[in-house]
């Protein structure tokens, strides 16, 4: 059986929107700095109010924090780092929408800070406007370039809309520029099997993965299962499945993979072996798994031959 576990699998896809929290951007984002266009005594409380702010922010007293920077919207209402730190409690308050707002008025005042970009791209996401959010990222890369980074996000909403067809865009075209990052080469060998692609090009893409790190597991038992049902060479696949269970014998979905090859090679007595630790696998380790079909249908045909 495949294994579907991926780091970015699209049956977890759920996952991929992370959690909105009061710290939740990366550390190498740009800082917004308050921007004040006030009368002398206004500027000197708007200063007051934003410096006590940082620090109760600092010292984790969040809602002094929020109170604090509320006295500095009413003298500012366009400040960007006022509107950004709202727009961050917004979003630890689970009110997305209110944030989508500050966000933009940060935005507006500041398209340069890459700290919004992926702010507006996260809240978009959690709203679900997918487009919206591919709009913020055409903008970051005219701001600072295509990279990685950008293709992994622009990945997680194609993915996010179930358009597996320009996710696997986004990948080949970024291995066009980087074609031995493991990464996206899992994301290519996934999308593959998705799209139900040529068994050639699903080949081509497990063995560019193992030729860089021959010690992927779960590869080595994706591409040992896609040679078995594809007839492909069963010798191999034999050889690669053992690998597997050598590495993890209470793997059930490696044990279930390599009982199939037995059968499939004809080694009814060790395929039926195997399928019995599958089983007692799937009751000790995956109780869930005793409702898989592909599972069911491997264990009758196996197990009709030891009635024969």
């Given at each position: 059986m495949k294994t579907k576990d991926y780091i970015l699998s699209f049956a977890i896809k759920a996952c991929l929107v992370l959690c909105f929290l009061l710290l939740s951007v990366g550390v190498s984002a740009k800082k917004t700095k308050p921007v004040v266009s006030l009368t002398a005594e206004e500027q000197q409380r708007f200063y007051y109010y934003f410096y006590a702010a940082e620090w109760a922010f600092n010292n984790e007293r969040y809602d002094d924090a929020y109170r604090?920077?509320?006295?500095?919207?009413e003298l500012n209402s366009a400040d960007p780092a006022v509107n950004q730190f709202l727009g961050d409690y917004m979003s630890a308050m689970k009110l997305p929408a209110y944030a989508l707002s500050y966000y933009v008025a940060s935005f507006d005042a500041d398209p340069q800070n890459e700290a919004i970009y992926y702010r507006l791209y996260q809240t978009h996401l959690l709203l679900g406007h997918y487009d919206d959010a591919l709009k913020v990222l055409d903008r970051e890369e005219q701001l600072r370039g295509k990279d990685a980074y950008t293709a992994l996000r622009r990945y997680r909403i194609y993915g996010m809309k179930g358009d597996g067809k320009n996710a696997l865009k986004v990948v080949e075209n970024y291995l066009k520029s980087d074609q031995y990052n493991m990464q996206f080469l899992l994301l290519r060998a996934e999308l593959y099997s998705i799209l139900k692609k040529s068994y050639k090009k699903q080949k081509a893409a497990y063995e560019s993965i193992l030729e860089l790190d021959d010690s992927n597991t779960m590869i080595l038992n994706n591409?040992?299962?896609?040679?078995?049902?594809?007839?492909?060479?069963?010798k191999l696949a034999e050889e690669l499945s053992r690998e597997t269970i050598k590495r993890e014998p209470n793997n059930c979905t490696y044990l279930d993979t390599y009982a199939w090859i037995l059968h499939l090679r004809?080694?009814?007595?060790?395929a039926q072996f195997y399928m019995?630790?599958?089983?007692?696998?799937i009751a000790e380790f995956a109780p869930d798994e005793f409702g898989n079909k592909e599972i069911q249908d491997h264990y009758k045909a196996i197990m009709e031959k030891k009635k024969k």
């Open positions: 604090l920077y509320c006295f500095c919207y591409y040992a299962y896609l040679l078995a049902t594809h007839k492909g060479d069963l004809g080694e009814d007595q060790l019995m630790q599958t089983m007692k696998c």
